[in-house]
């Protein structure tokens, strides 16, 4: 087994919680609230009855369902792999994303880390829950993408 190596090997690695990691997932979602509701004004607007009864409801739906997937991807991605290495929520509950050696993680660690949390979803959030008895608190998706989320600054 590779053994973990920090970039500061004066300070102690400490993994975030689940509590840490949710409240962070949940101020994220408040944040992403208003860009999702604003992409469906856009696309439904004030016509969304009229388009409703013709049924090109299900279009616009469509279309806002995919660009709100777009938005939140790149806002994950290009905010855990930037410089501050942490969204606005995991920034406010002071954790960051770093990779298994302590360092930032790629655009695409990021990329395979958000959508490697619908596969943390489809199996019945299993893949959330195996931080519990995981050693180092890694979910599914921080295994698939070879990410560990850790507290900013350890002892404070």
């Known amino acids: 087994m590779e053994e973990e190596i920090s970039i500061f090997p004066e300070r102690q690695v400490v993994y975030a919680t689940f509590w840490q990691r949710f409240a962070a997932g949940f101020i994220d979602l408040l944040v992403l609230v208003v860009p999702h509701y604003i992409i469906y004004g856009l696309i439904g607007g004030k016509n969304f009855f009229i388009e409703l009864i013709h049924n090109e409801y299900y279009f616009s739906s469509f279309l806002g369902q995919f ?55 489809l199996i019945l959030c299993i893949g959330y829950f195996m931080m519990l008895w995981d050693d180092r608190n890694q979910m599914l998706h921080d295994k698939m993408a070879g990410a560990l989320i850790v507290k900013k600054n350890p002892g404070i």
Do not use: D
């Open 67 to 121: 660009l709100c997937t777009v938005v939140y991807w790149l806002y994950q991605s290009l905010m855990e792999s930037g410089a501050q290495q942490a969204t606005i929520g995991q920034q406010a509950l002071g954790i960051k994303v770093t990779g298994l050696y302590g360092g930032r993680i790629s655009f695409l660690q990021a990329t395979a880390r958000h959508f490697g949390e619908y596969v943390s979803t």
